[in-house]
């Protein structure tokens, strides 16, 4: 049996000296986590906050590599390609004192292939997953699946004791609004226990004292006081006046001014996510328009229309300050499949638009909603509100709804919005995951996250062949072929790729993470 062994010290590199202090770290950003139930979200600021508590088999680190977290090795099995085999950490407990061993990671792996899961996609062609002796588990999949371990990386342990006494088995249903005990509460092996919950205002953490991490990670961070800012003066001025120690989103408009702060630095680095604006391209005729008994952005005219009305570079300099990357397709540059060619295809050309518009006989224009989240990305309603005014120059009347995402997302999940924004970060690093979330048919095990209500059944073939394509060069090939069928049914309209600019006292010894999520363990203090 042959097993892939990475080495956590190799990917610390300067996060990894001792600290010479530890304290308290105070910590702000846009948007609260939804949910402490690790299976009911995959968001951003959702999973951030869980990885302080819970671990995966393996992780991201600070860099972005792939490092063992409750796995210390992990490869397809020499016996039987279609299995993987996963060496587990002995010796750790969860913060209840209770051994972590394969029957956790069975229900939690179980678990999370459920309907009512946001991360089912990423265990689509699991057929099994097997506890085999207390420290060993194995995944069989329909097929080779050449990259299952980078599936993995934000799929959170849970402990199946805690979980069955506390009527958490099932995976929260977030988007029918349940509430339960596994949101609001929350049992891991991570380096820091929960102390305090009130969602939306104050989430505090502790040092988990008996971490299976303490001599390899600097663990200078003893205590995380975790305070969701929606307004952006408000944010800085709690950075500015030392109210808070650390903001993971900086305004534009503020860089300059944070920088120049004595004692505040601002760290900048690109970020593995791309905005984009969904159509509703499938339904027959939409909820939210002023067109009664058809669709007009079933026409791909009209979205052609609409992207070639969006002046990218425009809101690159008025609205980012010069802070993101204007983009041509859904996928950022970190992510295999990711083509130069394709991500430059977006051009402005309000003319053109006009005709393609006319051609598809709505010279006139329509009018329709936009739902744009106000707390979740940078500047995503100022980026909405103008893209407003850019529609209407082709005659789309765009009416814009701007909700936390809380209230937003769900509109999403649950196919109540005809056009509407969404960031897509991709912690695989491949297109697969982009397909299998955002472009494949939506059922009972992939799509959750596609809106558009697109169906293709022969290009759903090609993506679920992606999980079990061995050959890297054939699998890259397949990978164009469907990312040809998405650029030319324009079934999103990509605006840009986000830039990070973390806000923090200079004391504070980090890099940027092109996830974004601030892992406090690899935080160290000078």
């Given at each position: 049996m042959r097993f892939q062994i990475t080495c956590?010290?190799?990917?610390?590199?300067?996060?990894?000296?001792?600290?010479?202090?530890?304290?308290?770290?105070?910590?702000?950003?846009?948007?609260?986590?939804?949910?402490?139930?690790?299976?009911?979200?995959n968001e951003g600021p959702t999973s951030a906050l869980a990885h302080q508590i819970m671990e995966p088999l393996v992780m991201r680190d600070m860099t972005g590599a792939m490092v063992p977290a409750l796995s210390t090795e992990w490869g397809p099995s020499e016996a039987n390609p279609n299995v993987w085999v996963f060496k587990l950490r002995e010796g750790v407990t969860f913060h209840d004192g209770s051994e972590f061993d394969s029957?956790?990671?069975?229900?939690?792996?179980d678990r999370a292939m459920t309907p009512d899961s946001d991360y089912k996609e990423l265990l689509a062609s699991v057929v099994d997953v097997r506890a085999t002796d207390k420290y060993t588990v194995e995944i069989e999949t329909n097929g080779p699946n050449p990259i299952m371990a980078n599936n993995l990386t934000n799929m959170f342990i849970m402990d199946k004791g805690w979980a069955e006494a506390n009527n958490a088995v099932k995976v929260q249903d977030y988007e029918g609004g349940e509430t339960t005990f596994a949101a609001t509460n929350a049992m891991g092996t991570g380096p820091y226990k929960l102390v305090s919950r009130e969602p939306d205002v104050r989430t505090v953490l502790a040092i988990n004292e008996n971490y299976w991490g303490t001599d390899e990670f600097?663990?200078?961070?003893?205590?995380?006081?975790?305070?969701?800012?929606?307004?952006?003066?408000?944010?800085?001025?709690?950075l500015l006046s030392g109210e808070v120690d650390f903001i993971q989103d900086v305004p534009v408009q503020d860089l300059?001014?944070?920088a120049s702060a004595e004692g505040l630095d601002v760290r900048t680095a690109p970020q593995n996510r791309v905005i984009f604006f969904g159509m509703n391209v499938g339904d027959a005729d939409l909820a939210n328009d002023n067109v009664d008994g058809s669709n007009p952005l079933a026409d791909l005219r009209v979205r052609q229309a609409m992207s070639m009305a969006i002046n990218r570079d425009a809101i690159k300099q008025v609205v980012m300050r010069g802070q993101s990357a204007p983009a041509g397709m859904i996928s950022p540059p970190f992510?295999?499949?990711?083509?130069?060619?394709?991500?430059?295809?977006?051009?402005?050309?309000?003319?053109?638009?006009?005709?393609?518009?006319?051609?598809?006989?709505?010279?006139?224009?329509?009018?329709?909603?936009?739902?744009?989240?106000?707390?979740?990305?940078i500047n995503d309603e100022a980026i909405c509100q103008a893209a407003v005014g850019m529609l209407a120059q082709i005659g789309v009347e765009v009416n814009l709804d701007a909700k936390p995402k809380a209230q937003h997302f769900p509109l999403i999940n649950t196919l109540e919005t005809d056009f509407y924004?969404?960031?897509?970060?991709?912690?695989?690093?491949?297109?697969?995951?982009?397909?299998?979330?955002?472009?494949?048919?939506?059922?009972?095990?992939?799509?959750?996250?596609?809106?558009?209500?697109?169906?293709?059944?022969?290009?759903?073939?090609?993506?679920?062949?992606?999980?079990?394509?061995?050959?890297?060069?054939?699998?890259?090939?397949m990978i164009n072929e469907i990312w040809q069928v998405v650029q030319a049914e324009q079934l999103y309209i990509p605006i840009h790729h986000q830039v990070l600019n973390w806000g923090m006292r200079s004391n504070v010894q980090t890099v940027v993470a092109p996830d974004d999520a601030a892992k406090f363990k690899y935080f160290s203090f000078n």
């Open positions: 956590v010290a190799a990917a610390l590199v300067a996060a990894s000296t001792v600290a010479t202090s530890a304290e308290t770290i105070r910590w702000a950003r846009a948007g609260d986590a939804l949910t402490l139930d690790p299976h009911a979200q029957e956790d990671v069975k229900f939690s792996l600097p663990m200078a961070v003893t205590e995380i006081v975790y305070t969701p800012i929606q307004n952006k003066a408000t944010r800085v001025a709690a300059d001014r944070v992510v295999n499949g990711w083509n130069a060619d394709m991500d430059g295809s977006s051009g402005t050309d309000v003319d053109k638009a006009k005709a393609l518009m006319a051609d598809a006989g709505h010279g006139d224009g329509f009018s329709i909603t936009l739902n744009c989240p106000n707390d979740r990305y924004m969404l960031g897509w970060g991709v912690p695989t690093y491949d297109s697969e995951y982009i397909f299998n979330f955002l472009v494949h048919t939506r059922d009972d095990k992939y799509g959750s996250w596609n809106g558009t209500r697109f169906s293709n059944p022969d290009l759903d073939a090609k993506i679920e062949a992606l999980a079990s394509e061995t050959n890297l060069p054939n699998r890259d090939a």
